[in-house]
């Protein structure tokens, strides 16, 4: 897996390269500029020719700047350096590339020119540029720009021009994606030493465009012992864990899935995951539903098996028929509690029963986690490994937080989670968050899906995946990950053939199957 850094994680493994590894600030910056027009190549092709503007800042970001723009002359470029502050303000490292540049246009016969702006922000109507680079501020920037800063982000953001990014579009917080105000909208974002949490969370996903990562001379990155890791789940990380199929397997011998879920209002929940269980590669599924809906679901599931169940007046399953769900339980090698099961009193407390008295496996979700949310936490107590998969306003209700507090800080409201209830969580959402409860707090970004997939159903063949890839012998963890990371790359897939605006949950559940097939063939 990717590592994600954070802000000061990055400054620290930067004074490691200084101090411990003796690198010198100089070499890195000049590593970074270099390194950074490498991508913008391989992204546009050769820049020969181009007319590419450089906004600069007056920091580090804005060093990089300057080394990317001698690099683009020396690559036969015509360059103009847009500086939002006085020459005179710039320091360090900064300071010596710019004067670099400034004694390269005496003699670059016109293809560099160098603006400094330091109040009003107004480029000529004769710069008509191809490709902008965005090297204004870091990753550490934090709050609203404004000023020249605004008026230049503002500018970059209506040209008709290729924007590749300085280690993140400006005006993005390196730590959480979000926006204050405004930010560069990137095509490419070349990022130094390590992908950066905010290139993947909240908006900055989408402003960073595709996210490159440059190797800058950092010896040895490492996350600091005190801090919980973040990673960027990948298509090999999958490929490395799906479980094989032996060849002497059976039915039961390849995982065995019980899906409780369903009611007379909600007939296709259930449907979506018990489908989406099996086309994980598990042997049985077993759902068990309301009686009244038995038979509208014996029509369109000829591979699961149903198990009607008793019901109360208003059509969810009764708490009477705890006995037959019992010896579904102990068959099982997975459980999953939620799908279409409605809110009911009488269903709330079978639920909770069901969900603190079975043994096994369990992943809860739906009106499952509705169901916990109205019982004191004091009586959500259980033992065997369980999965939650909240979206953020069920996730919301379970930690009495409102949804806006959830979307602020994705990443530590999963943790918290996880920590809280002693469960793998997966904050559903853009991107899903998979948070393990163990004591090193590891956090797994999700790296494939897209805005397609907001549409009902989605959640139902997630539950289902994510089962039937834990009874096939994933751990509950490594389940959860590999399951939202293959139901992403199957909304892609259908998303390449259908559009994202009409896709449905079903058609993600019926490219499952190609989906793991590529996954696997890689």
Not at 382 to 408: F, K, Q, Y
Not at 429 to 456: E, F, H, K, L, Y
Not at 457 to 474: E, N, Y
Request: aromatic share 4%.
């Amino acid at each position: 897996m990717q590592i994600l850094t954070s802000p000061s994680q990055m400054q620290r493994f930067d004074r490691m390269a200084e101090r411990r590894f003796r690198i010198p600030g100089a070499i890195l910056m000049e590593n970074a500029g270099r390194g950074f027009v490498d991508h913008l190549e391989r992204a546009v092709g050769r820049v020969e020719g181009k007319q590419i503007v450089v906004v600069c800042g007056k920091g580090n970001n804005g060093g990089d700047g300057f080394v990317i723009a001698r690099h683009l002359v020396n690559r036969c470029a015509t360059v103009t350096v847009l500086l939002l502050a006085r020459a005179s303000a710039v320091r360090n490292d900064a300071a010596a590339n710019l004067k670099i540049l400034q004694t390269l246009r005496s003699t670059a016969s016109g293809s560099l020119t160098i603006r400094e702006y330091t109040s009003s922000f107004r480029v000529p109507s004769s710069v008509r540029p191809d490709i902008i680079i965005d090297a204004i501020f870091g990753t550490g920037f934090e709050g609203a720009p404004a000023g020249i800063y605004k008026s230049a982000i503002s500018w970059i953001n209506t040209q008709r021009a290729f924007v590749a990014a300085v280690d993140i579009p400006s005006g993005v917080h390196g730590g959480t994606g979000e926006v204050r105000g405004v930010a560069v909208r990137a095509d490419l974002t070349v990022t130094m030493g390590a992908a950066k949490i905010g290139h993947f969370l909240g908006k900055g996903r989408d402003q960073s465009g595709h996210v490159a990562v440059v190797d800058i001379g950092v010896a040895y990155i490492r996350v600091p012992g005190d801090a919980r890791p973040v990673t960027l789940v990948e298509e090999k990380d999958i490929a490395r864990i799906l479980p094989r199929r032996p060849r002497d397997a059976h039915k039961y011998s390849v995982g065995k899935v019980f899906i409780l879920g369903g009611s007379r209002q909600f007939t296709g929940a259930p449907a979506l995951a018990a489908l989406a269980a099996l086309r994980s590669g598990a042997g049985a599924v077993v759902l068990g539903v309301p009686s009244s809906i038995h038979g509208v679901l014996a029509k369109k599931l000829s591979e699961v098996i149903l198990q009607p169940l008793d019901e109360t007046e208003n059509g969810t399953v009764s708490a009477t028929a705890s006995e037959v769900i019992a010896s579904r339980l102990s068959w099982a090698d997975v459980v999953v509690l939620g799908p279409g099961l409605g809110r009911n009193p009488e269903t709330d407390r079978l639920i909770l029963d069901v969900y603190r008295s079975c043994e096994r496996p369990m992943l809860v979700d739906a009106d499952g986690l509705n169901a916990l949310a109205a019982f004191p936490k004091s009586r959500r107590r259980r033992v065997a490994p369980t999965i939650l998969t909240p979206h953020s306003g069920e996730m919301a209700r379970l930690l009495g937080r409102s949804s806006e507090d959830v979307e602020r800080d994705r990443l530590e409201v999963a943790h918290e989670a996880a920590r809280k209830f002693s469960s793998v969580v997966v904050l559903k959402g853009a991107p899903t968050i998979t948070a393990s409860p163990a004591d090193s707090g590891i956090r797994v970004v999700n790296s494939t899906g897209n805005p397609g997939m907001a549409t009902i159903g989605m959640g139902d063949v997630l539950a289902g995946l994510i089962a039937g890839l834990v009874a096939q012998g994933l751990s509950p963890f490594e389940g959860a990950y590999a399951g939202v990371f293959v139901h992403g790359r199957a909304g892609d897939l259908a998303a390449q053939r259908l559009g994202e605006r009409s896709l449905l949950a079903s058609d993600v559940l019926n490219t499952l199957p190609t989906a793991l097939k590529s996954i696997e063939g890689s």
